[in-house]
């Protein structure tokens, strides 16, 4: 059944990359209308992360941005999947890296750079990385459950000279590689919701106590890796830029949880400047903070309260 799904989903795929690009968006105005009136995908999910986050919306802005998210969202899907079938030359009319000259600066330096990026915009385009860059990159996946679909995602992701690491496994990995002296560039995504057993940070972040992953600044520290924040704009439809902002390259020197709370204040402010382009329909505040303190109060708790945040690497 499941390789049944997955050919059936291929020759789909197939067919839609062969559109040109108009006809390819229609496709996408139809899956909006679909996914977000029809099926109604995640709607409150989406509409209550939405309110929360933006207390000052009225109802009205609320639904139109959602609205705006959801026309994102068939855009995003159907660009991730045809991504597959383009060529390194066509893909990269897709995306544009404005100061990829950044890593060029480090590279000789710094052995490791941690790239921190989010559900934003079009992340999947990331995979290019390796074209702009002399720093060989790794991208650190969540594998899938169907093999299939999990194959496909990562030879995309491997096409255009990256390579892809089971999460679980991307410690070890880097820290082998760090031993030889083999640089790299990994690709993290930070706004992930942590297993609720390893929560140890909890933030302000949209105005709501979250816990956060400190897997990147752990790794950064481990490593003395220099700490660079992806930033990733839409500028129209089908086109996409990306901007790197270097959060540290000593991460040694700076105070615990700071390069964390660097992170996760820069991807808060693109937020609320473009707030349709994050991925609202996750349970990202699906954990409560006075329920862990509850059924945890042995457990250090770091970040809330008594502090509204940690110092900030700038």
């Known amino acids: 059944m499941k390789l049944l799904g997955y050919i059936l989903t291929y020759a789909v795929i197939w067919l839609l990359h062969l559109l040109p690009g108009r006809l390819l968006y229609l496709f996408s ?3 909006y209308l679909l996914i977000c009136f029809v099926v109604r995908y995640r709607r409150s ?12 919306y009225t109802r009205n802005q609320v639904r139109q941005t959602a609205r705006k998210f959801y026309r994102h969202l068939a855009d995003l899907i159907l660009e991730s999947s045809v991504a597959h079938f383009y060529s390194r030359r066509r893909v990269m009319k897709h995306i544009r890296y404005r100061n990829p000259e950044l890593l060029d600066h480090l590279y000789g330096t710094i052995n490791q750079v941690i790239g921190v990026t989010a559900h934003y915009g079009n992340w999947e385009y990331l995979s290019t990385l390796g074209l702009v860059t002399k720093y060989p990159v790794i991208g650190v996946y969540k594998k899938l459950k169907n093999p299939y679909f999990d194959r496909l995602i990562r030879k995309n992701r491997e096409k255009h000279r990256a390579v892809t690491v089971p999460m679980e496994q ?7 590689m760090n031993r030889e002296g083999s640089p790299a560039v990994s690709l993290f995504l930070s706004d992930q919701r942590p297993i609720w057993e390893h929560i140890q940070y909890w933030t302000a972040f949209l105005g709501r106590p979250t816990p956060l992953f400190l897997g990147t600044e752990k790794l950064a520290r481990k490593l003395d890796a220099a700490v660079v924040f992806i930033k990733i704009y839409k500028v129209m439809r089908g086109r996409y830029e990306v901007e790197f902002e270097l959060i540290t390259t000593d991460p040694a020197t700076l105070e615990p949880f700071a390069i964390t709370e660097s992170h996760v204040r820069i991807l808060e402010r693109m937020i609320r400047d473009e707030p349709a382009y994050w991925l609202w329909s996750h349970r990202r505040w699906k954990h409560s903070y006075e329920r862990f303190l509850r059924e945890h109060p042995e457990r250090p708790v770091h970040g809330l309260p008594g502090t509204s945040s940690a110092p900030t690497a700038g």
Do not use: S
């Not at 999910?45 to 000052?56: C, E, H, I, T, W």
């Not at 991307?170 to 082998?176: E, G, S």
């Open 45 to 56: 999910v989406v509409l209550d992360n939405l309110a929360q986050a933006f207390p000052g």
């Open 29 to 31: 105005d139809f899956l």
């Open 170 to 176: 991307v410690a070890r990995k880097l820290i082998a």
